[in-house]
């Protein structure tokens, strides 16, 4: 009895000094205007309060064993659950009071953790509680708390064990009552907070396996769909193969089985066809001609939603917030148009065929050769299925065109399409991270003594002395002209040697053709040719009037040639064959030096 009485004046104890440090908490918030205490106010006022009874102090006298745990924290985590019990009773969920004195208490129970009068788990089993007893909406407000105290919260977590499993059960069960219509917000921040609590390495949230998500999608069947007058067959078929296409989503593997493929394959197109005709419908309704952005040389319009392209992420993002509710398919027959007229319904089958796209190409032979290689023990169940010749080609092809389709649809075309295709790489990524076994992806700290061993080795090489570069000034060419006399540029320009005379370089071509016997056809036009190119060249100074008379020369050269070759071709074709090097025969080299001596003859008669 005297054991009980003793417990009991503790617990009374507790919960009165725990009463006193939120009524000190209340005075304090209402003399600074709201504002929350600061963390060393709330360790003076827990030092104050509940250090002398749950301390080394003890003034109560309790008798603890050495031997064995402290009882007194049990006690004092009760009282803590009576007076957050107690706080919820006597306010109600609208009330802002309630919220305030429930986060003050639950600060002040981390600070009591803190100083050892708690265990450290009892902070998140007594947050799990009070979520349980409040709706969602004041749950968020809770969460708020929660991501708020995240490093006191899991100060000392260990995944596996403690804390990291109330932490677990805490998030999952909060999931678990949320909706995946209304709530995703809500469900977003519950899975970051989890993503950002837990190491990086953590395979507690990993799918190790690959299993899927098999729960069957429930659609109309054939004969209530052709049962129904108020569809057309058109419609009748269209719905079929919608939703029997979607049946792969949820189970990726069942596709490599019998004919799966073919039907994927039909659906598909089907499904893209559709899409791509509504998106050129909306396209004549805005006013914007088909195809015009795909025309080379035609500049694309802007719109509104062009205008800023920096906010494009910020604007689209708050339009999904504030307007969209993420609805589950509604698979009835008769609200299949509707849904396909809306552009989110359309993005989010697109973006659906391109995770399943991106899993089927994991199984081409080079993808699996690669995830082979990176395998440190087989974890994932994978199907012995390989992607190669028309499929591979098909999914390439498919995936292009859902992609091009998705950067096309407004608003925000492509910058969702970017999020989509960063997310998709970033998922290739983690995948093979999984089969490789989840690596650390933190290194541990190089060991101080290896370090300076290390910097020991390497010091004598930093210390020897350069070897002398191999130019005195920067390069050879510099350092050849360091020293020499300054020139002008008129004198060096003047030293350079004169430009050959047009008729010199038609003279010594004609002797070289003459006395060269072993020449090939194609060398000797190749020096023919050459030659009247650079004697052009050279008429540029002195006789530029004379040109024009050396290119009809060549025409009247090439003429019989043209018309030998002319036939049923074009005047375009027939020149171009003439003038072709890899076809010259000894007429083309006469034609040449025919205009080479006709050129020598109209220079001499100029000089």
């Given at each position: 009895m005297a054991a009980v009485s003793k417990f009991i004046e503790f617990h009374d104890s507790v919960q009165t000094a725990?009463?006193?440090c939120l009524n000190t908490a209340l005075a304090f918030r209402q003399e600074s205007q709201g504002n929350d205490p600061s963390p060393a106010s709330l360790e003076d006022w827990t030092q104050q309060y509940l250090g002398p009874i749950c301390g080394p102090d003890n003034i109560l006298n309790v008798p603890v064993l050495d031997t064995k745990s402290d009882w007194r924290k049990s006690a004092t985590e009760i009282g803590f659950r009576r007076v957050l019990q107690?706080?919820?009773?006597?306010?109600?969920?609208?009330?802002?009071?309630?919220?305030?004195?429930?986060?003050?208490?639950?600060?002040?129970?981390?600070m009591a953790t803190e100083q050892n009068f708690l265990d450290p788990v009892v902070s998140l089993t007594l947050v799990e509680e009070v979520l349980d007893i409040h709706t969602i909406a004041g749950c968020e407000k809770i969460f708020d708390y929660i991501e708020k105290r995240k490093s006191g919260l899991i100060k000392g977590m260990v995944p596996g064990r403690g804390k990291g499993l109330v932490l677990l059960r805490m998030c999952n069960e909060m999931l678990r009552r949320l909706s995946k219509e209304k709530d995703t917000v809500f469900c977003g921040r519950i899975l970051m907070f989890l993503a950002n609590a837990f190491p990086l390495h953590e395979r507690s949230g990993v799918n190790l396996r690959g299993e899927f998500n098999t729960e069957p999608v429930r659609w109309d069947s054939d004969d209530e769909v052709d049962n129904d007058s108020a569809l057309t067959d058109e419609q009748k078929t269209f719905y079929k193969i919608f939703w029997s296409t979607r049946k792969y989503f949820s189970n990726p593997p069942t596709i490599f089985q019998d004919k799966n493929f073919t039907e994927l394959q039909t659906g598909a197109d089907a499904i893209l066809n559709k899409f791509k005709q509504i998106a050129a419908n909306e396209q004549e309704v805005?006013?914007?001609?088909?195809?015009v952005a795909d025309r080379p040389g035609t500049k694309r319009k802007r719109?509104?939603?062009?205008?800023?392209?920096d906010n494009d992420a910020d604007a689209m993002l708050r339009d999904i917030n504030n307007q969209f509710q993420f609805p589950r398919l509604l698979s009835s027959r008769k609200l299949l148009d509707l849904e396909i007229e809306d552009t989110r319904f359309r993005r989010?089958?697109?973006?659906?065929?391109?995770?399943?796209?991106?899993?089927?190409?994991?199984?081409?032979?080079?993808?699996?050769?690669?995830?082979?290689?990176?395998?440190?023990?087989?974890?994932?169940?994978?199907?012995?299925?390989?992607?190669?010749?028309d499929q591979l080609e098909w999914v390439d092809n498919t995936r292009e065109a859902m992609v091009e389709l998705l950067k096309a649809t407004k608003p925000h075309g492509q910058t969702y399409t970017d999020i989509v295709m960063a997310l998709l790489r970033q998922e290739r990524n983690w995948t093979m991270w999984k089969v490789s076994g989840c690596p650390d992806f933190e290194r541990a700290p190089v060991d101080a003594k290896k370090l300076n061993e290390k910097s020991?080795?390497?010091?004598?090489?930093?210390?020897?002395?350069?070897?002398?570069?191999?130019?005195?000034?920067?390069?050879?060419?510099?350092?050849?002209?360091?020293?020499?006399?300054?020139?002008?540029?008129?004198?060096?320009?003047?030293?350079?040697?004169?430009?050959?005379?047009?008729?010199?370089?038609?003279?010594?071509?004609?002797?070289?053709?003459?006395?060269e016997a072993g020449l090939t056809m194609k060398e000797r036009y190749s020096i023919a040719n050459g030659a009247?190119?650079?004697?052009?060249?050279?008429?540029?100074?002195?006789?530029?009037s004379l040109i024009p008379k050396v290119y009809e020369y060549k025409k009247e050269a090439y003429k019989p040639l043209k018309e030998t070759a002319s036939g049923d071709k074009t005047d375009e074709e027939v020149t171009k064959k003439a003038i072709d090097v890899d076809e010259k025969t000894e007429q083309h080299v006469e034609a040449e030096i025919s205009v080479l001596k006709k050129t020598r003859d109209l220079l001499m008669k100029e000089l």
């Open positions: 725990i009463a006193q107690s706080l919820v009773r006597e306010t109600t969920e609208g009330s802002p009071e309630r919220f305030f004195r429930l986060f003050d208490c639950l600060d002040i129970m981390l805005s006013g914007e001609p088909h195809g719109d509104a939603t062009d205008m800023n392209e989010n089958v697109l973006v659906q065929f391109l995770i399943l796209f991106q899993y089927l190409e994991g199984f081409t032979k080079t993808e699996k050769e690669r995830i082979q290689q990176a395998t440190t023990k087989q974890s994932l169940a994978l199907p012995t299925f390989t992607l190669e010749g020991r080795l390497k010091r004598p090489r930093t210390e020897l002395s350069l070897n002398a570069y191999r130019f005195r000034y920067g390069d050879a060419e510099l350092t050849n002209l360091f020293g020499k006399p300054q020139q002008s540029l008129d004198i060096v320009m003047q030293s350079r040697p004169k430009l050959p005379e047009p008729v010199n370089v038609i003279e010594r071509t004609l002797t070289h053709l003459e006395n009247l190119f650079q004697v052009t060249r050279l008429m540029f100074k002195d006789h530029a």
